[in-house]
């Protein structure tokens, strides 16, 4: 029988709100970097600059959405 490691069989704690904001923080730059790669602009209002929501690709090539655009 292999033996226990007592280190990996304890519990994780919960993640706390900097844990989720520091995570976050670095979706929120490898969403920019993304658009940047691709030189894609929002394709509701046109901009190249700010928050991105969401990007992404579909059968005509990579997309992205402006967090201004997402919310009204």
Sequence with gaps: ?????????????????????????????????????????CFKCGTREGEWAKTGRSGRGPWAICADCVRG
């Excluded at 519990?11 to 030189?39: C, F, G, I, N, S």
């Design 1 to 41: 029988m292999p033996k226990l490691d007592w280190d990996k069989a304890k519990p994780k704690p919960a993640p706390t709100p900097r844990d989720t904001r520091t995570a976050a923080m670095l979706r929120q730059d490898a969403v920019a970097e993304y658009v940047a790669k691709h030189e894609l602009a």
